[in-house]
């Protein structure tokens, strides 16, 4: 079994910053995909960003060169520093593991944060 805790959502005005981190604990493959999504009110789950184990990194349009997503493999702890702040970044963000073996697909989810930019 796998569990993902995420930190560091809040309030935060226009034009600011937060950084999220999300800790991976269980069993956890050395080699996984790790990010972020994200859910505003009345929209479906987007993808934010992901990070392999190896360092290869994908983000959505709407957040390139305002947000980073970045991993310490040896904490299992992917991170989100996210600059630049709209007010339609708000969401609930949620961490993501996605590890594959023969045969098999393994999915979880963290139980989000909020994240609201507001002034």
């Known amino acids: 079994q796998v569990q993902l805790v995420e930190s560091g959502g809040g309030l935060v005005q226009p034009g600011g910053s937060l950084r999220l981190s999300c800790a991976a604990s269980?069993?956890?493959?050395?080699?996984?995909?790790m990010g972020w999504y994200r859910q505003a009110p009345g929209k479906e789950r987007e993808l934010v960003a992901t990070?392999?184990?190896?360092?290869?990194?994908n983000y959505a349009d709407s957040v390139k060169d305002r947000f980073a997503v970045f991993r310490d493999n040896a904490k299992n702890t992917v991170y989100l520093q996210m600059n630049s702040l709209k007010p339609e970044d708000t969401a609930i963000y949620y961490c993501?593991?996605?590890?594959?073996?023969?045969?098999?697909?393994?999915?979880?989810w963290g139980q989000g944060t909020q994240v609201t930019v507001s002034s």
């Open positions: 990070i392999t184990s190896a360092g290869t990194t």
């Open positions: 269980g069993s956890i493959f050395s080699i996984n995909t």
């Open positions: 993501n593991l996605d590890q594959r073996t023969i045969g098999r697909r393994y999915n979880y």
